[in-house]
């Protein structure tokens, strides 16, 4: 398994409104809009996202000597 090479990346969390699409900042801020009684979100209408960026990389690093 020593010839796996790893490439760096970041990993972005997005929790979404399934219904509506509105993106929120954190889990919580979801959870406190499903518990507001004025509001009809549900726990139904959470939606989660990874969104990952992997660093361009060349051919040349990828190749193994």
Not at 14 to 29: A, M
Not at 53 to 60: A, I, L, Q, Y
Request: net charge negative; hydrophobic share 30%.
């Amino acid at each position: 398994m020593s010839d796996i090479i790893k490439l760096p990346a970041e990993a972005k969390e997005i929790i979404k409104h399934k219904r509506t699409g509105k993106v929120y900042k954190t889990k919580e801020e979801f959870d406190a809009e499903v518990k507001d009684p004025n509001i009809d979100t549900t726990q139904d209408d959470f939606g989660q996202d990874l969104e990952i960026k992997v660093t361009r990389v060349s051919m040349d690093a990828l190749t193994k000597k």
